[in-house]
């Protein structure tokens, strides 16, 4: 049974709903977030890169049951699941995916079954416990060694449910959709207004993670519809087809066409594929390896500021951050770091955490085997 409503109270209207009001109650919507979330300088941080004016978004503080970058986006993709009298969602990722973990919560919350099917990557810690976590969420887990049988299972699964009757409602890896990457237009909608209201500068760069690239792609989208001057540059975190400027590009495109089904009137903006700066040098040795570079760059935040970050996509993006602000092109202005990794335990809210042994059994080998360190 859900526990969230489809319904918006007054305090959970958008900011993107705010400057077009005709949107309100038309997007597909369940509320799986605290809007807004805050902004603060660090500068703490700042004093030791040497950068005056060095900004947080606390898109970590995003939801009540699960944080980060992922709420935003599963709030439409969930609502229009439900909208669409779905009872089963499928979606993909690492085996230590933390969209495969928040929809698994948000699924729970609003009383849909979650199908997740997951991918080697490394294994830290952080991984199993990840994996622990998707279970005890109630997520339905299946292991693929490869991206083809990734596709080849998925299909699998689709045949099974389509035999019963119902197809599952599919959200691609990462939320990457035009209708998921609305959350990050509205996302910068929400910082036009702090802007405004004074809590931080308008920043001439702002850093975020880039893996399946709906983030980045919004957020791109979102500053051109808000009048932001503001740029955003996307550090690679992922070698599992990592997405182009000119596929970012074709997606923020394709999200301001989803966006003008909901209201036809909304201005044209211009957008080029150089409005998509990618950061490259960050990965490591595959997605989800740590780097000694993400390490040094995730106890740095830690210490100065005391907010935590993950070595597969927030320390990575803070390094290559950390480095641009060596050179002159980034120490123009203000400058914004984007957290999307979730610090709400999310195991306050699903009980004691299994034993892996309950796990299906081709999860067993990552519980038995050495980790690598996070």
């Known amino acids: 049974m859900s526990d969230v409503s489809l319904r918006q109270s007054s305090d959970d209207v958008l900011a993107l709903e705010r400057r077009f009001p005709v949107l309100r109650g038309r997007l597909p919507r369940v509320c799986l977030t605290k809007l807004p979330t805050r902004v603060h300088r660090l500068a703490r941080l700042g004093h030791e890169l040497g950068v005056d004016h060095l900004w947080v978004k606390r898109d970590d503080e995003s939801g009540t049951r699960y944080g980060g970058n992922k709420p935003r986006k599963l709030e439409l993709l969930l609502g229009e699941a439900l909208a669409e009298r779905k009872h089963t969602v499928l979606t993909f990722g690492g085996i230590g995916t933390h969209h ?64 019963r009757g119902e197809l599952p409602y599919i959200i691609p890896t990462g939320g990457t959709s035009p209708l998921g990457a609305l959350g990050y237009v509205n996302a910068a909608f929400e910082l036009q207004e702090q802007i405004a209201a004074g809590e931080l500068p308008e920043p001439e760069w702002i850093f975020v993670p880039l893996g399946s690239g709906g983030t980045l792609a919004g957020l791109v989208l979102g500053a051109r519809l808000a009048g932001l001057r503001s740029r955003v540059a996307g550090v690679l975190a992922t070698d599992i087809l990592p997405p182009s400027p000119e596929k970012l590009m074709r997606l923020a495109t394709k999200t301001l066409d989803r966006l003008r089904q909901y209201a036809s009137d909304l201005r044209a903006v211009s957008l080029r594929v150089e409005d998509f700066r990618i950061v490259t040098g960050y990965i490591g040795a595959a997605y989800g390896a740590p780097t000694e570079a993400g390490r040094r760059a995730r106890d740095l935040m830690e210490q100065l500021e005391g907010m935590r970050l993950e070595t597969t996509y927030t320390a990575k993006c803070l390094a290559g951050m950390i480095d641009a602000l060596r050179t002159p092109e980034y120490r123009g202005g203000p400058v914004l770091f984007w957290n999307t990794y979730s610090s709400i335990d999310a195991a306050a809210h699903l009980g004691p955490l299994p034993d892996y042994r309950q796990l299906p059994r081709p999860f067993h080998q990552f519980f038995t085997g050495a980790t690598v360190p996070a």
Do not use: N
């Not at 973990?101 to 079954?113: F, N, P, S």
């Not at 005890?136 to 490869?146: D, I, K, M, V, W």
């Open 100 to 163: 495969g973990l928040a929809t698994a919560i948000g699924a729970r919350a609003v009383g849909l079954r979650c199908l997740l099917v997951l991918l080697k990557q490394p294994v830290t810690e952080h991984v199993r416990r990840c994996l622990l976590l998707d279970y005890a969420a109630g997520a339905e887990l299946h292991y693929a060694s490869t991206v083809p049988l990734l596709a080849a299972r998925a299909l699998r699964l689709c045949g099974r449910a389509l035999l």
